[in-house]
């Protein structure tokens, strides 16, 4: 896969990403400052997440809710942090 359509895929997920934010979440007002563990404890299954499609990490799942209420918040500070 070349980097363009791989830049193209990314663009697409950021923007379905976007939209379903805007029409499922309500907006945050302020500012928010969002925090996500990236460290191998969050390697664990989420089984909470049946409704994403393929079994996904406890990391995966909470990138996602982070990048939602970045798009959610009217400023947001995000910041990924390994414990």
Same mark, same amino acid.
């Given at each position: 896969m070349d980097s ?6 990314? @663009? ?13 979440? @309500?907006?945050?007002?302020g ?7 990236? @460290? ?8 909470a ?20 209420? @970045? ?13």
């Amino acid at each position: 896969m070349d980097s363009r359509l791989l830049q193209r895929y990314k @663009s697409a997920l950021d923007k379905a990403v976007q939209a379903a934010t805007k029409h499922n979440v @309500s907006a945050i007002p302020g500012t928010a400052i969002i925090l996500v563990d990236v @460290s191998d404890c969050m390697q664990a299954p989420c089984t909470a997440a049946r409704g994403l499609g393929k079994p996904k990490t406890v990391q995966e799942v909470a990138l996602l809710l982070g990048v939602m209420a @970045s798009y959610a918040a009217e400023r947001a500070w995000v910041r990924d942090r390994k414990c």
